[in-house]
Protein backbone atom coordinates (compact mmCIF):
# COMPACT_ATOMS: atom_id res chain seq x y z
CA UNK A 1 0.00 0.00 0.00
CA UNK A 2 1.41 3.15 -1.30
CA UNK A 3 -0.91 5.14 1.22
CA UNK A 4 1.11 6.48 4.81
CA UNK A 5 -1.92 6.41 6.57
CA UNK A 6 -1.13 7.36 9.89
CA UNK A 7 0.82 10.52 8.52
CA UNK A 8 -2.21 11.45 6.46
CA UNK A 9 -4.60 11.41 9.47
CA UNK A 10 -2.01 13.53 11.25
CA UNK A 11 -2.35 16.08 8.70
CA UNK A 12 -6.22 15.51 8.66
CA UNK A 13 -6.45 16.33 12.01
CA UNK A 14 -4.16 19.09 12.38
CA UNK A 15 -5.73 20.95 9.27
CA UNK A 16 -9.47 20.12 10.63
CA UNK A 17 -10.40 18.16 7.50
CA UNK A 18 -12.92 15.46 8.04
CA UNK A 19 -12.90 13.59 4.52
CA UNK A 20 -10.20 14.07 1.22
CA UNK A 21 -11.44 13.67 -2.14
CA UNK A 22 -8.42 12.99 -4.34
CA UNK A 23 -8.95 13.57 -8.09
CA UNK A 24 -5.73 13.55 -10.37
CA UNK A 25 -4.32 9.99 -10.82
CA UNK A 26 -1.45 10.74 -9.28
CA UNK A 27 -3.45 11.11 -5.33
CA UNK A 28 -6.11 8.46 -6.15
CA UNK A 29 -3.41 5.77 -7.42
CA UNK A 30 -1.33 6.73 -3.57
CA UNK A 31 -4.88 6.52 -1.79
CA UNK A 32 -6.37 3.31 -2.88
CA UNK A 33 -3.15 1.47 -5.30
CA UNK A 34 -5.42 2.05 -8.39
CA UNK A 35 -3.63 2.72 -11.66
CA UNK A 36 -4.20 2.63 -15.37
CA UNK A 37 -1.60 4.39 -17.53
CA UNK A 38 -4.59 5.60 -19.38
CA UNK A 39 -6.00 7.81 -16.70
CA UNK A 40 -3.20 10.69 -17.42
CA UNK A 41 -4.55 11.15 -20.88
CA UNK A 42 -8.36 9.91 -21.12
CA UNK A 43 -10.37 12.47 -22.25
CA UNK A 44 -14.20 12.38 -22.05
CA UNK A 45 -14.23 13.23 -26.19
CA UNK A 46 -12.23 9.58 -26.57
CA UNK A 47 -15.82 8.07 -25.68
CA UNK A 48 -18.09 10.44 -26.30
CA UNK A 49 -17.16 12.38 -29.42
CA UNK A 50 -17.93 16.32 -29.20
CA UNK A 51 -17.62 16.14 -25.82
CA UNK A 52 -15.34 18.73 -23.81
CA UNK A 53 -11.31 18.10 -23.12
CA UNK A 54 -11.56 16.94 -19.54
CA UNK A 55 -9.89 14.03 -18.21
CA UNK A 56 -12.23 11.12 -17.34
CA UNK A 57 -13.67 11.96 -13.72
CA UNK A 58 -12.61 9.65 -11.17
CA UNK A 59 -12.42 10.05 -7.58
CA UNK A 60 -10.97 8.69 -4.23
CA UNK A 61 -12.14 9.54 -1.08
CA UNK A 62 -10.40 8.99 2.10
CA UNK A 63 -12.47 9.89 5.13
CA UNK A 64 -10.54 10.41 8.74
CA UNK A 65 -12.63 7.77 10.05
CA UNK A 66 -13.70 5.22 8.08
CA UNK A 67 -12.82 3.00 4.55
CA UNK A 68 -11.92 4.56 1.89
CA UNK A 69 -13.42 4.69 -1.24
CA UNK A 70 -12.62 4.78 -4.98
CA UNK A 71 -15.04 5.84 -7.84
CA UNK A 72 -14.10 5.38 -11.42
CA UNK A 73 -15.64 4.66 -15.01
CA UNK A 74 -16.10 0.83 -15.44
CA UNK A 75 -13.86 0.39 -18.42
CA UNK A 76 -11.23 0.76 -15.79
CA UNK A 77 -12.78 -1.91 -13.24
CA UNK A 78 -10.33 -4.40 -13.83
CA UNK A 79 -7.66 -2.60 -12.83
CA UNK A 80 -9.13 -2.18 -9.95
CA UNK A 81 -9.42 -6.03 -9.28
CA UNK A 82 -6.35 -5.88 -6.94
CA UNK A 83 -5.97 -2.92 -5.03
CA UNK A 84 -6.93 -3.05 -1.42
CA UNK A 85 -9.35 -0.60 -1.48
CA UNK A 86 -12.88 -2.66 -0.65
CA UNK A 87 -15.50 0.39 -1.49
CA UNK A 88 -14.83 0.35 -5.51
CA UNK A 89 -18.07 2.39 -7.44
CA UNK A 90 -18.31 2.35 -11.17
CA UNK A 91 -21.17 4.85 -13.01
CA UNK A 92 -22.41 4.96 -16.31
CA UNK A 93 -23.68 2.56 -18.96
CA UNK A 94 -21.15 -0.22 -19.78
CA UNK A 95 -22.47 -0.84 -22.86
CA UNK A 96 -21.91 -4.84 -21.97
CA UNK A 97 -24.62 -7.71 -22.44
CA UNK A 98 -24.64 -9.36 -19.62
CA UNK A 99 -27.03 -11.93 -21.01
CA UNK A 100 -24.12 -13.32 -22.68
CA UNK A 101 -21.42 -12.99 -20.60
CA UNK A 102 -19.61 -16.06 -18.81
CA UNK A 103 -19.08 -16.74 -15.13
CA UNK A 104 -16.27 -15.24 -13.74
CA UNK A 105 -13.90 -18.11 -12.62
CA UNK A 106 -11.81 -16.14 -9.79
CA UNK A 107 -12.40 -13.44 -6.87
CA UNK A 108 -11.11 -10.70 -8.48
CA UNK A 109 -13.54 -11.66 -11.76
CA UNK A 110 -16.61 -11.88 -9.09
CA UNK A 111 -16.18 -8.57 -8.04
CA UNK A 112 -15.14 -7.12 -11.38
CA UNK A 113 -18.89 -8.83 -12.73
CA UNK A 114 -20.11 -6.54 -9.38
CA UNK A 115 -18.95 -3.86 -10.21
CA UNK A 116 -19.69 -3.86 -14.09
CA UNK A 117 -23.34 -4.79 -13.09
CA UNK A 118 -24.04 -2.32 -10.62
CA UNK A 119 -22.36 0.81 -12.78
CA UNK A 120 -25.66 1.82 -14.24
CA UNK A 121 -26.74 2.77 -10.29
CA UNK A 122 -24.67 5.93 -11.07
CA UNK A 123 -24.95 8.04 -14.09
CA UNK A 124 -22.10 10.10 -13.67
CA UNK A 125 -18.53 10.42 -11.43
CA UNK A 126 -20.30 13.31 -9.21
CA UNK A 127 -23.58 11.14 -8.56
CA UNK A 128 -21.46 7.94 -7.05
CA UNK A 129 -19.19 10.83 -5.52
CA UNK A 130 -22.48 12.28 -3.80
CA UNK A 131 -23.67 9.31 -2.48
CA UNK A 132 -19.99 7.91 -1.57
CA UNK A 133 -20.07 10.88 0.84
CA UNK A 134 -23.37 10.10 2.02
CA UNK A 135 -22.87 6.64 3.35
CA UNK A 136 -20.00 8.41 5.47
CA UNK A 137 -22.00 11.03 6.87
CA UNK A 138 -20.16 13.77 5.67
CA UNK A 139 -23.13 16.11 5.24
CA UNK A 140 -21.82 18.78 7.70
CA UNK A 141 -18.69 17.94 7.43
CA UNK A 142 -15.01 19.68 6.44
CA UNK A 143 -14.41 18.20 2.89
CA UNK A 144 -10.62 18.58 1.55
CA UNK A 145 -10.96 18.60 -2.60
CA UNK A 146 -7.95 18.46 -4.76
CA UNK A 147 -9.63 21.19 -6.77
CA UNK A 148 -7.17 21.18 -9.80
CA UNK A 149 -8.93 18.56 -11.06
CA UNK A 150 -12.69 18.85 -10.26
CA UNK A 151 -15.19 20.23 -12.85
CA UNK A 152 -16.37 23.11 -11.55
CA UNK A 153 -20.39 21.33 -12.45
CA UNK A 154 -19.16 18.39 -10.27
CA UNK A 155 -18.20 21.32 -6.79
CA UNK A 156 -21.55 22.73 -7.32
CA UNK A 157 -23.30 19.32 -7.40
CA UNK A 158 -21.52 19.29 -4.09
CA UNK A 159 -22.23 22.48 -2.56
CA UNK A 160 -26.03 21.49 -3.96
CA UNK A 161 -26.14 18.19 -2.04
CA UNK A 162 -24.69 19.45 1.03
CA UNK A 163 -25.12 22.57 1.93
CA UNK A 164 -23.90 22.28 5.60
CA UNK A 165 -20.82 20.84 4.39
CA UNK A 166 -17.37 23.20 3.72
CA UNK A 167 -15.21 22.12 0.77
CA UNK A 168 -11.64 23.63 0.68
CA UNK A 169 -8.69 23.09 -1.93
CA UNK A 170 -6.46 20.76 -0.14
CA UNK A 171 -4.52 20.17 -3.30
CA UNK A 172 -1.07 21.29 -1.46
CA UNK A 173 -2.65 19.10 1.54
CA UNK A 174 -2.32 16.39 -0.58
CA UNK A 175 1.06 16.60 -1.90
CA UNK A 176 2.46 17.19 2.00
CA UNK A 177 1.15 13.87 2.61
CA UNK A 178 2.57 12.37 -0.32
CA UNK A 179 6.06 14.21 0.50
CA UNK A 180 7.33 11.82 2.74
CA UNK A 181 7.43 7.88 0.96
CA UNK A 182 6.27 5.10 2.78
CA UNK A 183 8.30 2.01 1.98
CA UNK A 184 6.45 0.73 -0.97
CA UNK A 185 6.71 4.03 -2.09
CA UNK A 186 10.41 3.70 -1.97
CA UNK A 187 10.51 0.15 -3.49
CA UNK A 188 8.56 1.07 -6.12
CA UNK A 189 10.90 4.06 -6.86
CA UNK A 190 14.01 1.73 -6.58
Same mark, same amino acid.
Given at each position: ??? =????????????????????????????????? %? &? !?? %??????? #?? +???????????? &??????? @?? /?? =?? /????? @???? %??? !???????? +? &??? $????????????? =???????? $??? $? #?? #?????????????? =??? /????????????? @?? &?????? +????????????? /????? $?????????
Amino acid at each position: MLL =NRQRAERFMRECGVDALVATSPVHITYFTDYYC %W &L !DR %WFKDYMV #SP +GAPGYLTEMFAV &LPLEGEP @AL /IL =NP /IFAAN @ASDI %WVQ !DVQTFGDT +G &LDF $SVAVAPRDEGGLR =NAGRLQSA $SKF $S #SA #SQALVSTLRSRQLG =NAV /IGVELEGMRPTTL @AA &LHTAFP +GAQFDDCTNLLRM /IRMVK $SPEELLRLT
